[in-house]
Structures are given as structure tokens and as C-alpha cells.
């Protein structure tokens, strides 16, 4: 049973635009959510989080919504760099429970 | 200086062999993972020690067995290994927060890409 979905497997956007990257949730009981970026050959690294109180955090470039009543979580990246070109992961935890649930990733590409 | 190394990077190994994972962290933190990531990219969390307890434990054979000397090292020890056990396993370490609250953010090695022939 996954609990944390990334339904689009992959994604292109040109260079300087928009990258708009989605996750949804089915556990109610998820209160933290990360992304992290993972390029080939090594670890996932932490790019932004968002705790469930709120609705928007942003860090520079990149911006996490959260849609509680929806389960929903999106990453914003703009401008879209051919640098953020990468695996990117959401992943959700429950409060006392250090567990991350991750999802199973969306391939970003920034075409030049 | 890396903060969260694993050891070895590759892996290649006969079924029915043991072999041993081993990572280690230099950021003083108190916490680390085993996550093993199959070959559909679901990246699963398996084991978690804290301070060289273990905390969390996965529905993972018991065949895997991780051992933790200290709390800036995390082993994983895999016996009779089998061909469903090639992944790739990653090792990551954080600080939990004393006043609680969930703001683990989790660093990862580079991974270590097992494959069982």
C-alpha cells in the first residue's frame, strides 16, 4: 500500500520556465513533508520541507504547497535550471514516528 | 568531507554468500537509517537505530541483521544473500529534535548498489 504517490513518472520543461512537480498523500496522520533531489550514481539530498500547519514555504527558487484537506503537495521550481535536472522524491512523516514514507520519484529535465 | 559514507559503493556477489554494508556519519547526529530502493525506484526505509538502539524495524528477513558499534556508525550485515536482495541500499543519519515536533530531515550516503548473481 503506498502511501505517498507521484503519478507522473517523468517531466520536461524549458529552461527558465515553470516546473511544477505533485504528490498526494493517503495517510491523515502525515504532519511533515520533504522533497529531496537525488542526480545518478548519488543519495538523495534535502531540497525543502513543509509542516502541516502550514501552506507555503518557500526557499529561493523552490516553493512547497500544501492542500491538506486535498492530501496534496506540489514542489514549484522557478526558473527551471538545467542544473535542477534530477530524480526528485516526496516524502512524509507522522509526528513522534521518524520514518520517512518516500514516493517513487518524477524524473525532472530541463531542456536548454 | 563527506558526512554520510557508505562502504562499499559496488557490490557484486553469488547467491547464498554473506557480505556486510558499512556507513558511517560525521555529523554528530544521534540517528541513523537503512533504506533499500528496489528496482521500480520505491525507496523503503528498513531498519532505524537511535543513539545504537533500534527503533524502527521494518518487515525486512532476518536474514539482515544491522549492528551499530556507536552512534556515528550504522552496519548492515546481509547472510545467505538471495537474487530479490539486489537494490541499491542507502544509509542516512539525523538529529531528532529533543523538544519533539517532526523536523527530522534525513542526509543520505551515495548508496551502496548491491547485485546478488
Known amino acids: 500500500d503506498q502511501q505517498v504517490k507521484q503519478n507522473s513518472p517523468s517531466l520536461s520543461v524549458q529552461e527558465g520556465r515553470i516546473s511544477i512537480l505533485n504528490c498526494d498523500y493517503t495517510n491523515s496522520m502525515f504532519d511533515y513533508f520533504l522533497w529531496y533531489k537525488k542526480y545518478p550514481a548519488e543519495g538523495p539530498t534535502f531540497l525543502i520541507s513543509?509542516?502541516?500547519?502550514?501552506d507555503k514555504n518557500e526557499d529561493g527558487r523552490f516553493t512547497v504547497f500544501l492542500n491538506k484537506s486535498a492530501k496534496h503537495l506540489s514542489l514549484h521550481i522557478v526558473p527551471s535550471q538545467p542544473g535542477d535536472s534530477a530524480v526528485y522524491f516526496c516524502a512524509a512523516m507522522e509526528f513522534g514516528n521518524e520514518k520517512l514514507t518516500f514516493g517513487t520519484g518524477t524524473r525532472l529535465t530541463i531542456i536548454p | 568531507d563527506t558526512a554520510v559514507s557508505q562502504t562499499p559503493k559496488y557490490l557484486v556477489t553469488q547467491m547464498g554468500n554473506d557480505k556486510s554494508i558499512k556507513c558511517e556519519q560525521n555529523l554528530g547526529h544521534d540517528t541513523m537509517y537503512w533504506y533499500k530502493q528496489d528496482s521500480k525506484k520505491f525507496l523503503k526505509i528498513m531498519f532505524s537505530y537511535n543513539n545504537k538502539e533500534l527503533i524502527i524495524n521494518e518487515t525486512v528477513p532476518n536474514r539482515f541483521s544491522p549492528k551499530s558499534p556507536d552512534k556515528a556508525h550504522l552496519n548492515l550485515h546481509i547472510n545467505s544473500l538471495e537474487l530479490g536482495d539486489s537494490a541499491v541500499y542507502f544509509c542516512?543519519?539525523?538529529?531528532?529534535?529533543?523538544?519533539?515536533?517532526?523536523?527530522?530531515?534525513?542526509?543520505f550516503g551515495a548508496g551502496t548498489r548491491l547485485s546478488v548473481l
Open positions: 513543509i509542516s502541516s500547519i502550514k
Open positions: 542516512a543519519s539525523s538529529q531528532v529534535l529533543s523538544s519533539g515536533g517532526s523536523k527530522n530531515i534525513q542526509y
